[in-house]
């Protein structure tokens, strides 16, 4: 439904600087935040495939960063409000917790030598690191960004620029109503002999007299 008051005509709104400033940074923190560790346990020197990006989860990270930041960027430019952004930050915010809460996700299994995941044995419950908070701080910035850029943003009516004067191609006559210009192309063309002095003397006057 689009919203009624970016349907107005006569304005735009002038969006919220630090509401798009936040938005910005919790867009970057979401593509920062899918190449840093995602989970850590002491239990274990070392996590295979331990960043969202290489789980395959990341991937929504990334497009929420993207969609933000076009979000962000179309409401810069365009002047209207969007509930894009705090929808985007929301999804990654329950995504996140969703990933650092799941039992699923978060039960690590130890690795054979021959790279097998030996499931017989019981997993260890492994805790969320910096990157799964570092999206999920992403998401509240974005959010927190996107709710500033609707609440706070100024609707500026929009005033009708004043038409330019078209400029004139007549030549420009003193006060006194005297065309120099022609009067010039007089003299020049009496200097020249192509004017007798009656002819150069009768076309000044008439020239004087308009």
Known sequence: MPDAENDRSSGHYEIDPVGMGLALVGSAALLLGVFLPRLEASTFSGIQENTLIQSGDGWWFVIAAIGIA??????????????????????????????????????????????????????????????????????????????????????????????????????VKPSGGVDLDRLTRLADLHQQGALTDEEFEAQKALLLET
């Not at 076009?70 to 430019?77: H, L």
């Not at 002047?79 to 894009?84: C, K, P, Q, T």
């Not at 990157?131 to 709710?147: H, R, S």
């Open 70 to 171: 076009g979000a962000v960027y179309r409401s810069w430019k365009t002047g209207r409000r969007s509930w894009n952004v705090v929808i985007l930050g929301l999804i990654s915010i329950g995504i996140a917790v969703y990933e650092g809460t799941s039992k699923d996700l978060t039960t690590l299994y130890p690795v054979g030598s021959d790279g097998v995941t030996d499931a017989t044995v019981d997993g260890i419950k492994a805790q969320a690191a910096i990157g799964i908070y570092a999206v999920g701080l992403g998401g509240l910035l974005a959010t927190i960004g996107g709710w500033r850029m609707r609440r706070d943003s100024e609707w500026v009516e929009d005033t009708p620029e004043a038409a330019a004067p078209t400029p004139s191609t007549a030549p």
